[in-house]
């Protein structure tokens, strides 16, 4: 409710309520917001008031404007914490999001001379060549291209690949999986990217590197991705 007598401002006030809406899951994502005017008739203030309130949030990105459409409610940034190692499956569950994987190609192919180089075989050797979006709560989130040798997994199946590819390598193939090496850097999304990502050509991206290992050493995976910039980041922890 909001408190005229309060020497809290009001536009202030404002802010909370919708902050404390959203927390609530009164608001949800890709909501959109009553009008300014219908916020002013509601409380009883100035549209001027509840403007400088909703600014505030669309700068703090809590909300998002869409020219002619109105403000809605900004979806919240994935954390991702790079101290461990985990799949995708495992990061959406760990936050209460439901995992989720569109197949756009599954082939076999032979390996060129750069993916053969980070998969550590020979050039030529079959390889699967895998393009999965990945979603959270049905939203895209990540463009995936996984290339895996054919002989580390014989009978990888479509199916399989509906599913989580790091639960079906240790609980199907029996595989320890130990480390990777990862390295990010900033891409815009060609039309691809914006097509499977639902974003506009030219937004930025987090292109993402992966090479994972085993623990007898071998290659597992070699795998490119695009995660989206408005609905990731990644947390590291330092010492000194
Ligand atoms: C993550 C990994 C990817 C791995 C996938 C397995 C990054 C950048 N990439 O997306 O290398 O193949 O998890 O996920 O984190 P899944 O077990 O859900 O199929």
């Known amino acids: 409710m909001i408190d005229k007598q309060s020497p809290i401002p009001i536009y202030f006030q404002i802010e909370e309520l919708i902050k404390k809406q959203i927390a609530d899951g009164i608001l949800k994502p890709g909501e959109a917001l009553p009008s300014e005017r219908e916020f002013a008739d509601m409380y009883g203030i100035s549209r001027m008031t509840v403007r400088q309130g909703i600014n505030n949030l669309v700068q ?18 994935i954390e991702q914490p790079l101290s461990k190692m985990t799949s995708f499956t495992e990061d959406m569950k760990s936050r209460n999001m439901e995992p989720g994987s569109k197949l756009l190609s599954f082939k076999t192919t032979k390996a060129d001379e750069p993916i053969a180089k980070v998969l550590a075989v020979e050039e030529g050797t079959p390889i699967y060549a895998i393009k999965r979006v990945r979603l959270a709560d049905e939203l895209p989130i990540a463009l995936e291209r996984t290339y895996i040798a054919c002989e580390l997994a014989p009978h990888l199946t479509a199916d399989t ?5 790091y639960s079906y390598f240790e609980r199907t193939c029996g595989y ?4 990777a090496e990862q390295t990010i850097a900033a891409v815009l999304a060609d039309e691809e990217d914006a097509r499977w990502l639902t974003v506009p ?16 050493n071998r290659v597992l995976e070699a795998v490119y991705s695009h995660y989206r910039g408005d609905r990731y980041h990644f947390v590291t922890k330092m010492v000194r």
């Open 176 to 179: 320890s999986i130990s480390d």
């Open 201 to 216: 050509a030219g937004s930025p991206l987090l292109a993402i590197r992966r090479q994972t290992r085993l623990e007898d």
């Open 161 to 165: 690949l509906n599913h989580s590819l």
């Open 60 to 77: 703090q990105k809590k909300l998002y404007r869409e020219k002619g459409r109105g403000t809605f409610v900004s979806w919240p940034k």
